[in-house]
């Protein structure tokens, strides 16, 4: 569930509605009713407690994730050669990134199969938490047990863990989207680097503890191929955050990336004294317009229908045909352009009759139809690439212009 806060990026319309958005997404709790965002040996996780904070029973540790985690299909992407183009890459992430009661993940990573793409799921960690176990959270500066998206649907959990499962043994990336979701002054904005710290290691316990939390999943088969040392990279709530306290905390988690700011179309530069790799939203220009909005979902809304998310069925026509068309225009720009990767974000929500959903699932078969030789990455595997390729070819690639079309 990110967010904008500035879009320092001239011509940039203002996301104008976003705390009418907020509102709308975040009072939805893990449902899974559409509306939601929702090597190989073998550590036990350790639940050392017998009651959650409100007294609700935990059940007894049993073997709940791979730790180390398995490994993963490997991916190849060519490095680029002096006077050469290199590789057009497009990077699709997910914020929330759980799967819901109508398989909206699962229809997803068939698509990625389709193109043979690697995504990047941004998991909100209390999709694994169930309300009973609500008190285990701590969050920074609020009350014990609060948050301001929903804990999880305790009959969801079991098929979240099989989804992540899939995901993970076809190449995709899990990152975190942290936990309680607060924004505006209250919220991360106003924390520490050790209150960022604390909210990861309770992402990072929930995710590895998740069988101890959830006494009501009873098939002991259930074992996730990975643990929480996967995770090196995150988008914040809202894109929120001082960002010194957040750079300071990531590194110190063994992060590799940061995906919380706006952007524009250029290769990716190093933050944080050159210990992240800063991989943001760029601004696209909205199809048939001259406004120039972020690459994210509820952004596009606030522009296309003002934030509202129930529209008639001819509005979402309309509003799926213009997102398709803002992403392949700025598709043919990189394309044919600076060849800079192309970062787009999504909630993988049900508004506008699901039009969001639809516009890029078609744009990710068609874009690979049209231009076969893109590819479309993790944010991992992109980190990956830029840190192996020769550091005179990288720095002439960031000496390029900003791409406008």
């Not at 009873?218 to 929120?240: A, K, N, Q, Y």
């Not at 110190?252 to 944080?272: H, I």
């Not at 529209?311 to 026509?317: F, I, T, Y």
Request: charged content about 20%; overall charge negative; hydrophobic content about 40%.
């Amino acid at each position: 569930m990110g967010g904008s806060k500035k879009v320092p990026v001239k011509g940039v319309a203002a996301v104008a509605g976003a705390v009418l958005l907020l509102v709308v997404a975040f009072t939805t709790p893990f449902s899974g009713d559409g509306q939601a965002e929702m090597q190989t040996a073998q550590a036990s996780a350790t639940v050392d407690v017998s009651t959650g904070g409100d007294g609700a029973a935990v059940a007894a540790a049993r073997v709940a994730v791979s730790s180390p985690p398995e490994g993963q299909p490997a991916v190849s992407i060519p490095q680029p050669t002096p006077g050469a183009q290199p590789v057009q890459t497009v990077v699709i992430s997910v914020d929330g990134g759980c799967e819901t009661a109508d398989g909206t993940i699962r229809k997803f990573l068939d698509t990625a199969k389709q193109v043979q793409g690697r995504f990047t799921f941004f998991m909100s960690g209390l999709c694994l938490l169930p309300d009973a176990q609500r008190m285990l959270y701590q969050p920074p500066g609020h009350l014990p047990g609060t948050s301001d998206i929903g804990f999880a649907t305790p009959e969801l959990v079991d098929q979240r863990i099989r989804v992540f499962t899939d995901m993970w043994r076809e190449g995709h990336e899990v990152g975190t989207h942290f936990l309680g979701h607060f924004c505006g002054g209250s919220g991360v904005d106003s924390w520490s680097s050790e209150d960022w710290r604390s909210e990861i290691s309770q992402a990072r316990t929930f995710l590895d503890q998740w069988a101890g939390n959830n006494p009501q999943v009873t098939d002991t088969s259930l074992t996730l191929p990975f643990d929480s040392s996967v995770i090196v990279g995150d988008r914040t709530p809202c894109l929120e955050g001082q960002r010194q306290a957040m750079w300071d905390a990531f590194t110190a988690e063994g992060f590799r990336y940061e995906a919380s700011d706006p952007g524009t179309l250029v290769w990716p530069k190093k933050v944080a004294g050159g210990r992240l790799w800063q991989f943001p939203l760029p601004a696209l220009k909205l199809g048939g317009t001259d406004k120039w909005v972020l690459s994210m979902d509820y952004n596009l809304l606030v522009n296309q229908t003002g934030g509202a998310t129930d529209v008639d069925p001819a509005e979402c026509d309309q509003v799926a045909q213009q997102t398709y068309e803002t992403f392949m225009n700025a598709l043919d720009g990189v394309y044919n352009g600076n060849r800079a990767p192309l970062f787009l974000g999504t909630h993988l929500n049900s508004w506008a009759c699901g039009a969001y959903i639809t516009a890029l699932e078609r744009f990710i078969v068609d874009a690979k139809a049209k231009y076969p030789d893109i590819m479309f990455v993790s944010n991992r595997d992109l980190a990956d690439w830029l840190d192996a390729m020769d550091p005179a070819e990288l720095k002439s690639l960031q000496k390029l212009e900003e791409q406008r079309y």
